[in-house]
């Protein structure tokens, strides 16, 4: 952990250099606080996802449809976590990397322009995590589960060649009969 500002925080884990909008495949692992198992059961050797869980599929299928330069054909819905190999495509960034903008309503009366701010970049990774978390959020608490919420942060791998990709694809469809915790 680095000391900013007489705050610890924890040490990004990003690659330094990369451009997580860029094109490229990613194997990422998103866990539920705590590990609590909220995503269902599994039994014998097969996921059983219950109403959680299946809001978490359906925002992982949703997101394509969003977000139409995402793929995400593999994922699975673990009882305490998900993996997913979320593949960015190519796209016109003319559209898709707009900057956020601070409406006259946030500014002072004294400014006569609207200053951009780049507070967040739209079509990165991360973007695309912490939206998938953030809708699951919202649905999932709207249901009753006040409690709920996510590990903060995310791992990633960037998939840099085929062997390797379809080294995790096994590695997601096999991971239920692998699963050892009760």
């Known amino acids: 952990m680095n000391l900013y500002q007489e705050r610890y925080r924890i040490a990004s884990n990003r690659k330094?250099?990369?451009?997580?909008?860029?094109?490229?495949?990613?194997?990422?692992?998103?866990?539920?606080?705590?590990?609590?198992?909220?995503?269902?059961?599994?039994r014998n050797e097969i996921m059983g996802l219950n109403a959680i869980g299946c809001i978490v599929a359906d925002e992982i299928q949703r997101t394509t449809t969003v977000r139409p330069y995402v793929t995400i054909n593999d994922w699975i819905v673990m009882p305490d976590h998900v993996h997913m190999i979320i593949i960015i495509d190519e796209r016109d960034v003319t559209t898709s990397t707009a900057t956020v903008e601070t409406s006259r309503r946030d500014v002072s009366t004294n400014v006569t322009q609207l200053i951009p701010l780049c507070r967040f970049r739209p079509c990165t990774?991360?973007?695309?995590?912490?939206?998938?978390?953030?809708?699951?959020?919202?649905?999932?608490?709207?249901?009753?589960?006040?409690?709920?919420?996510?590990?903060?942060?995310?791992?990633?791998?960037?998939?840099?060649?085929?062997?390797?990709?379809?080294?995790?694809?096994w590695y997601i469809e096999e991971n239920p009969s692998r699963w050892t915790r009760g």
Not at 31 to 40: D, P, V, Y
Not at 134 to 148: D, E, P, Q
């Open 16 to 42: 330094p250099g990369r451009d997580y909008a860029a094109q490229g495949r990613y194997f990422v692992t998103v866990c539920a606080q705590n590990h609590m198992s909220w995503f269902g059961e599994i």
């Open 125 to 169: 990774l991360g973007a695309i995590v912490n939206h998938i978390k953030s809708l699951c959020t919202k649905r999932i608490r709207a249901m009753g589960y006040a409690n709920f919420a996510w590990q903060r942060n995310y791992n990633d791998r960037i998939i840099r060649s085929d062997t390797e990709y379809r080294r995790i694809q």
